[in-house]
């Protein structure tokens, strides 16, 4: 889920990095098989990140589930179980044959129908800041993000309280 969020707001949002350099640090920090990054597969990550901003902006349940439909039908997946470092036993949506962009794919693809499934779209969204274009994926208990950041809730928050006590 962080990964999806992570490249969305790379190659989408004011200010955001999607330089080859950046694309590489964010599969290392989401644990993707990172070493494999080919200079030549950056811009099918920058056209992924794209590919999936509209589903943070969906407006229902209905529209999040035609677009992630869709892409489900449109890139290929073969789930099979895995078993390796650091994650032990779990399930790989790619054959560990398919490029490093088609894992991205099928992975982040799945994990966003499985939140959707399992919290509709109460977890997703644009920031709520005044000037924000980033997304974010609440995966905590509680579920009731709206920031896609500590930073952009305290500064919300201050500038709603400094507007109450000047009035």
């Known amino acids: 889920m962080a990964a999806a969020v992570a490249l969305v707001n790379a190659v989408t949002s004011t200010g955001g990095d999607d330089s080859d350099g950046a694309l590489r640090a964010l599969l290392r920090d989401n644990e993707f098989f990172w070493q494999q990054f080919d ?14 901003r509209p589903f943070f902006e ?25 078993d390796h470092e650091p994650h032990g ?18 992975t982040t693809l799945m994990n966003l129908a499985e939140l959707v499934v399992e919290h509709g779209l109460t977890r997703t969204g644009v920031c709520a ?25 305290n500064r919300t928050n201050v500038a709603a309280f400094r507007a109450r006590h000047r009035t």
């Open 39 to 52: 200079t030549r597969d950056a811009d099918d990550f920058r056209r992924w990140g794209r590919t999936l």
């Open 58 to 82: 969906a407006s229902g349940v209905e529209e999040a589930m035609a677009l992630l439909n869709g892409l489900m039908l449109a890139v290929p997946m073969h789930p099979h179980l895995s």
């Open 89 to 106: 036993l779990h399930i790989h949506y790619a054959p560990p044959s398919s490029r490093l962009p088609d894992r991205f794919r099928a």
């Open 129 to 153: 800041a005044d000037g924000c274009d980033r997304v974010y994926a609440d995966t905590s208990r509680a579920g009731r993000r709206r920031f896609c950041s500590e930073t952009c809730a």
